[in-house]
Every structure is written in structure tokens, then in C-alpha cells.
């Protein structure tokens, strides 16, 4: 695969820090049957109806706490549907909308088929992205043409998918672009025409941020995904009400998305004062997040939780959501049966890569030996 790998970037120099990444790529390939792809594909364009209903994008950000965030366009670029496969269908966990590994899975993907050509073709996905970042430039810009991007996160170098912001730039580059990979402290907005965020500081308030917040807040530099985007489609604790059939029919969502997308978002609660109690005594049935948390940090599943770890909760924005174990695939190379997420990165309702998360242990993550991401392909 790596050799496979090697011969799709054409960068000895990208391949050996991509492969560097131990535990980022995984050697598998999955493959799903066709009406299990067709079942995720019709849950994102269903997620997509209903965040595309002006009334639950009010009613969604006045729960996350974000209705006074300036709206400049779309901002949401491409989002990462997370799903745990059922008998009874997909179910989702949550939505990105920084959906990291996309591109380094596209090579990925090629590189395996190249290996096993039975196969199939991997989704190209690289056209789709430049083109979704085109379309937030016109939404905002209009006419006007694209001169400089800069792809944003703290400490560049030493972040674990640094391999992949040097794709975007690669992907940047043959677009005609000039594109630039920058820490925030070098960040001028009269240099800057659009950011690709890749900020976990969701709401650009820590100080570090702060020229990069007032520069999106005005509208002086187009950011992707920006802190509104975040707020709508993140946030955890708009998962209850996305859970919830009769509160989305109340607020005006049409009652077939709204029967199919409580279907698909398993039930889903804030944490409060007033049901402590009762989440505690049931909490083997719950598995517990932070409102605005990432990458399976302080998450506990509830039978799991202890009594210790309580008041933290308590004292912190988190929702129950109802656990929904993830799928086992078995593994030859590793000797064992690894964990699978699935995640569904879509464009304006459409798929256009799935990816499998292949792990061991309570959350994902990049440490299991023949886990990390894998190309999804239907057979």
C-alpha cells in the first residue's frame, strides 16, 4: 500500500510523514454491501433536508447558543456524517464539520486499489473539495477572483495530520491558487483572501485567535468552516432536538424528514441538574459528551463512569446520548476484531467519500495497531 501510496502524491517527502503517523492509515479496505451505502447515503440527504429547514436552523443555534453569530454564507464547507452501522439502519453520533483525513483516505483509497484492483475504483474526492471551497468563495465574494488562502491551525508542524494540510496546499496550488499553511499569529487579513479553518478553538475566542475571530466577524476574510457553522451543526446538544419527531414537526420540519431523521439520531439529552439523577442510575444505557467536544476527548460511556468523574459532567455543557454500539469487523492481518466508525464526508446533501474509523477501546482513536482509517468500497 505504501509503495502504492508513494507512486499516487509523487512526494517521497509527503508519503514518509504520512506514513510517519503510526496508527493513521490503516492497511484495510471495507467493503460494504450496496444497500448498507444506499442506506447512509439517503441518511445524509435526509440530515441535509432537515438542517436545510430555516426554522430548525433557528431553533438549532438558539440551543447551541449561537444565534448571535454574524451568518456570511454557507460556512459550513463539507461536513463528516459519523455513524455506527445497526441491523435497523445507520446511526448517527455526530457531525463534523471539519472532517479531517479526507484527502490522505483519497490517496489511500487509490493506492489500495491499485493493489487489489477487484476493488473497484476509490472516489476522487480532491475535484469535489477545491470545488466546495470555490463555491463558499462566490457565495461570499461573488464574481471576484480567489488570490490567497491560507490553511490555519496552531503549531502546524507538530499537528498529527500536518501531512494533510500539506495536501490541501498541494490541492490548492494545481487549482491556481497560492495557498499558504500558517500558524494564527501569522495571520494578516489584508493578505488573506479565505482561511480553511483547521482551528479546534470552535469559537475563535481564545486570544490567539483573536485577529482571525474580528476578521471573519467582519466579513474582511472569508473563514471555512467558521464558528457559526460549528455552532449549527456540532454543537451535541442540537442532537436532541434533531432526536426528537414531534419537536421537529412543531417547529415546521416536514413530517417524512422528520419521522426519517429521529429514526437515524439516537436519543439524546443535555445533561442537567434536574435529570442527574436519573441519567445516573440509568447511565449503562448512555453514553456521555461534552456539548462542544472533539476526537472522543473526555467522553465516557456510562457503564464505565465513575462516580468521581460525576460532578465534572455536571459542571460542564454534556449530553447523554443513548449508546448504540459500533460495528466489529474481523481483522486477519491483526489476529483480533477491531471497532468501526463510519464516517460519511458530504457536500450540500451528496456523499462523496465514506471512510471507516477502525479501532479498539472505549472511543476512536490512533493507536490501535491495524486501526486508523480505511477507504470504504461497495461491493
Known amino acids: 500500500m505504501w509503495a502504492a501510496l508513494a507512486a499516487d502524491i509523487a512526494d517521497s517527502g509527503l508519503t514518509r510523514s504520512l506514513r510517519s503517523r503510526q496508527g493513521l492509515l490503516s492497511p484495510c479496505a471495507v467493503i460494504l454491501p450496496r444497500h448498507e451505502v444506499e442506506r447512509v447515503e439517503l441518511a445524509v440527504w435526509a440530515l441535509h433536508a ?21 451568518d456570511h454564507g454557507l460556512g459550513g464547507w463539507m461536513l463528516g456524517f459519523d455513524f455506527h452501522l445497526t441491523p435497523e439502519g445507520p446511526r448517527l453520533i455526530e457531525i463534523n464539520t471539519n472532517p479531517g483525513g479526507m484527502l490522505a ?12 484492483p477487484e476493488l473497484g475504483d476509490a472516489p476522487v474526492v480532491e475535484g469535489i473539495a477545491l470545488d466546495a471551497f470555490l463555491d463558499e468563495w462566490r457565495r461570499q465574494r461573488g464574481g ?45 487579513a489584508g493578505s488573506v483572501d479565505m482561511v480553511y479553518n483547521r482551528l479546534v478553538d470552535f ?11 474580528k476578521a ?15 455552532f449549527l451543526f456540532s454543537d451535541k446538544r442540537v442532537l436532541a432536538l434533531l ?29 442537567t441538574a434536574g435529570n442527574a439523577e436519573e441519567l445516573w442510575a440509568d447511565r449503562k444505557r448512555w453514553f456521555f459528551k461534552p456539548a462542544k467536544g472533539h476526537a472522543g476527548k473526555a467522553v465516557y460511556r456510562g457503564e464505565k463512569l465513575s462516580r468521581s468523574t460525576w460532578p465534572t459532567i455536571l459542571a460542564s455543557p454534556y449530553v447523554a446520548q443513548r449508546y448504540i454500539p459500533p460495528s466489529r469487523l474481523d481483522v486477519e492481518h491483526v489476529g483480533t476484531s477491531l471497532k468501526m466508525d463510519l464516517r460519511a464526508n458530504a457536500w450540500q446533501g451528496r456523499v462523496v467519500q465514506m471512510a471507516a474509523r477502525l479501532y479498539e477501546g472505549q472511543t476512536t482513536n490512533f493507536r490501535t495497531p491495524g486501526g486508523g482509517f480505511a477507504p470504504v468500497f461497495s461491493a
Open 50 to 70: 432537515v438542517f436545510a429547514t430555516p426554522s430548525l436552523v433557528d431553533a438549532a443555534l438558539e440551543i447551541a447558543r449561537g444565534d448571535g453569530l454574524p
Open 105 to 116: 483516505v483519497a490517496a489511500q483509497g487509490r493506492a489500495l486499489a491499485a493493489c487489489r
Open 144 to 188: 471576484r477572483k480567489l488570490g490567497r488562502v491560507a490553511i490555519i491551525d496552531d503549531d502546524p508542524p507538530n499537528q498529527y495530520l500536518d501531512p494533510e494540510f500539506r495536501l490541501y496546499l498541494r490541492l490548492f496550488e494545481q487549482g491556481g491558487i497560492r495557498a499558504d499553511i500558517l500558524d494564527p499569529s501569522q495571520f494578516d
Open 203 to 213: 469559537s475563535l475566542d481564545s486570544p490567539g485567535h483573536a485577529a482571525l475571530a
Open 216 to 230: 471573519w466577524r467582519s466579513g474582511e476574510t472569508v473563514v471555512s468552516p467558521d464558528p457559526r457553522a460549528h
Open 243 to 271: 432526536g426528537d419527531e414531534s419537536a421537529l414537526r412543531a417547529i415546521g420540519v416536514r413530517a417524512d424528514i422528520a419521522a426519517t431523521v429521529a429514526r437515524i439520531v439516537p436519543p439524546t439529552v443535555p445533561v
